[in-house]
């Protein structure tokens, strides 16, 4: 998921280097929106596995 927000990342500054105004805005929005979801799952990820009481690692 990371990967995709890059992607979009990356999609958005070509846009936006070229004059492409309205794509640059959606690319930003979805690599923004996919961002916060990322972050959101790694925090519940971290969270499950710590009141499973395993360590990240294993």
């Given amino acids: 998921m990371l990967g995709w927000a890059v992607t979009?990342?990356?999609?958005?500054?070509i846009a936006a280097v070229?004059?492409?105004g309205g794509i640059?805005?959606?690319a930003t929005g979805i690599a923004q929106?996919?961002?916060?979801?990322?972050?959101?799952?790694?925090v519940?990820?971290?969270l499950a596995n710590a009141f499973r009481g395993k360590s990240p690692r294993a």
Avoid: C, M, P, Q
């Fill in 44 to 46: 519940i990820s971290l």
């Fill in 33 to 42: 929106f996919l961002f916060f979801v990322f972050v959101a799952l790694l």
């Fill in 8 to 13: 979009f990342f990356i999609i958005a500054i």
């Fill in 18 to 20: 070229f004059g492409f």
């Fill in 24 to 26: 640059a805005g959606a």
